[in-house]
């Protein structure tokens, strides 16, 4: 990505999810190949962004050796990814002014695609409101390019009109979708599971340089 395309956006790592079938644990903070999962996430957003913020509702301490700042979600009661997002959206107006989009990154999936805010930023160039990721037939708006101005009406959205799936607000707006072809592994491949982990596991050791090949 150009400079001055990434001095426009910043970035929101969502981690504020309950993890509930990985038995209630921190996963952003799970070992993966000798490395927390976050620092994978990491490598693969920090080039593409400017300034990060971590959506995290747990303890912020855990977090220190990210050197990150730490978001807990501005909407009470478990609202769900759209509230890491609007998390995202509020601390950029405040932190980040020079910033007009947020790129969100699930912070449980460690193979996305090192050009993906380049492309997501390319359908926002060509006129859609918004933008996100697609591969094999699936849509992943959590992998999404969103736009600050935005933050008042997902807002309203969350609190009187009690949405909680990206989906249907998107719906609402003209949308961008780019989508990716699923080689070695879906590029969107995130970790639910303690099998999910085995899996990933399983990618490293196929290619020692984490997945880095042209789709990667």
Not at 62 to 70: G, K, M, R, S
Not at 126 to 154: Q, T
Not at 182 to 189: A, K
């Amino acid at each position: 990505m150009k400079c001055s395309f990434r001095g426009k956006i910043a970035g929101v790592l969502l981690a504020g999810g309950q993890a509930r079938r990985m038995g209630g644990i921190n996963k952003c903070l799970l070992s993966l190949s000798g490395k927390p999962l976050l620092t994978h996430v990491l490598e693969r957003a920090k080039p593409q962004v400017g300034p990060i913020v971590l959506n995290a509702n747990g303890d912020p301490a855990d977090y220190v050796e990210f050197a990150l700042p730490v978001a807990p979600d501005v909407i009470t009661g478990s609202a769900g990814p759209l509230a890491g997002i609007l998390t995202g959206l509020e601390w950029v107006a405040k932190n980040a002014p020079n910033c007009t989009l947020v790129a969100s990154f699930p912070g449980d999936s460690p193979f996305f695609p090192r050009d993906l805010v380049e492309k997501l930023y390319q359908e926002i160039q060509a006129g859609s409101a918004m933008a996100y990721a697609s591969s094999g037939k699936r849509h992943h708006p959590v992998f999404g390019l969103w736009p600050v101005a935005k933050r008042h009406e997902l807002r309203e959205a969350l609190l009187v009109n009690k949405i909680r799936k990206v989906d249907r607000w998107t719906s609402q707006h003209k949308l961008g979708i780019v989508d990716y072809p699923v080689n070695t592994t879906d590029p969107f491949f995130n970790l639910n599971t303690p099998e999910d982990l085995a899996e990933a596991e399983k990618y490293f050791r196929v290619d020692a340089n984490g997945l880095s090949n042209e789709n990667h």
